[in-house]
């Protein structure tokens, strides 16, 4: 018979030092009691499928872990994904707005030439000088750029030529014009305000009723 330390030497090759020194116990008190064979028998069986399960859910556990660290690796991976998807949408608005702020540059660049004949065709307007884009004071006493700016007269009463270009217009963008920037210019210049917009097209089939029922002029890129 071994002795219980031997015992619980051999038992802690498979469970905790706790865990054999109990069982330890159990087998020499078995012993000493003079278990029968067959009960003795049964106890080790009880003690192997104890350290079968405990090897079983050793493995589950490192499994597990196992599982835990690809789902961690995983999480980074789409979390470096999620950065570099953020930074490339950032970028191509950053992009976009700048193609978009040319195309208004070069809209309005062909405006300038333009319009002071197209004016004065239609309106009996007579530009003064030169249309051109600049900052204004308005009524706030804050800076607002205004794209198409300059003096002319109307029927020999001054009036301030006030625009804007869009490359697509619509009924919004009208409204965004008038409540950004006329709104915003009421009362600042001496001359009435003569508002124009100019676009490539429109974006639905009423913007032009809807632009002239603002009292705003509006042309069209092929006018120039």
């Known amino acids: 018979m071994l ?6 030497r051999k038992l802690q090759t498979v469970f905790d030092e706790r865990q054999a020194r109990i069982l330890a ?7 000493t009691d003079l278990v029968k064979t067959s009960d003795f028998n049964e106890l080790k069986g009880i003690v192997k499928e104890l350290a079968e399960q405990q090897k079983a859910l050793a493995e589950q556990q490192k499994a ?3 599982a835990q660290r690809r789902t961690e690796q995983r ?6 994904a999620l950065r ?17 702020t040319t195309v208004g540059y070069r809209l309005e660049d062909e405006a300038f030439k333009a319009l002071p004949a197209l004016l004065q065709r239609d309106f009996g307007i007579i530009v003064q000088g030169r249309l051109r884009r ?6 706030r006493g804050q800076p607002l750029e205004v794209n198409i700016i300059g003096d002319a007269l109307r029927d020999g009463q001054a009036v301030v030529i006030v625009g804007e270009s869009k490359s697509q217009l619509s009924k919004n963008r009208v409204d965004e014009f008038v409540q950004k920037k006329l709104k915003r210019l009421e ?3 001496e ?29 069209y890129s092929f006018d120039f």
């Open 191 to 219: 001359a009435q305000m003569f508002p124009v917009l100019v676009t490539y097209m429109i974006s639905e089939p009423d913007v032009e009723e809807y632009t002239k029922a603002q009292g705003i002029a509006l042309y």
């Open 84 to 100: 570099q998807l953020t930074e490339e949408h950032i970028e191509t608005r950053r992009q976009v707005g700048g193609l978009a």
């Open 134 to 139: 600049r900052f204004v004071t308005d009524n």
């Open 25 to 31: 116990e159990v087998v020499i008190d078995a012993y």
């Open 187 to 189: 009362g600042v210049f």
């Open 3 to 8: 002795t219980a330390l031997e015992i619980e």
């Open 64 to 66: 597990l872990a196992e």
């Open 75 to 80: 999480v980074e991976e789409l979390a470096v």
